[in-house]
Structure formats: C-alpha cells, structure tokens
C-alpha cells in the first residue's frame, strides 16, 4: 500500500507562482512512476505533469514552459513548482502513483497509476 499526502495549494493572483508537494509513504521502492492530475469544476480530470524512475518527464501542452516536476528519492516526494500562473490553472490538485515501471508515452494515462492523493485546491485570481 501506498499512502500519498499534496500540499503546497492556495490562493495566488494570476501571474505569481505555487510549489505543490506530494510526500508518498508505504512501498514506495523500484521503478516507479509518479503524476499529477487536475480537475477543474465541471470538466473531467486532466494529466498535469508526470515523471518516471529515472527521471523522464512529460507534461501537457497547457503548461509546458510554466510548471516543473521533480522529485526527491531520498524523501520519497514529488513537486510541481507552477509558474506564471492562469486563472484556468485553478483546480484541485492530486498526485498519482504506480509501484511499477510506466513507459513515458504512457505517463499521462490516469489508469496507468494505482494510488492517489486527496488533492490540494490551487486557486488563481485574476
């Protein structure tokens, strides 16, 4: 079992930035993949950024540029630093997990991910 903790929302105005964290605790060794996905109200759940064991990263084209991932192994956590922030960032936040090795096309994929977080809210005032 994987448990995933996110943290790091808030309110910003349009153009500041948010560092979100997601700290994973549990069987989190091996080739794993970790992510981030967003829902807005009223839309469906959308891939943010996403990031393999070795370090591959893949993001959407809406915020290529502007949002960085990373990761820690030592501390087993995951960030998303977003920059130059929209209003149509705003959005509940979560992080994903898969205990297993995710091919880079493939780590945009919800189903490709077995565990999520609760979600942080990042809302962006314009």
């Known amino acids: 079992q994987v448990q995933l903790v996110e943290s790091g929302g808030g309110l910003v105005q349009s153009g500041g930035s948010l560092r979100l964290s997601c700290a994973a605790a549990g069987r989190t060794f091996g080739r794993y993949a970790m992510g981030w996905f967003r829902q807005a109200p009223g839309k469906e759940r959308e891939f943010v950024a996403g990031?393999?064991?070795?370090?591959?990263?893949g993001y959407a084209a809406s915020v290529k540029g502007r949002f960085t991932i990373s990761k820690e192994n030592a501390k087993n956590t995951m960030y998303l630093q977003m920059n130059s922030l929209k209003p149509e960032d705003t959005a509940v936040y979560s992080c994903a997990f898969n205990p297993a090795f995710v091919a880079i096309h493939l780590i945009s994929v919800g189903s490709q991910y077995n565990y999520w977080g609760q979600g942080t809210q990042v809302t962006v005032s314009s």
């Open positions: 990031i393999t064991w070795n370090g591959s990263t």
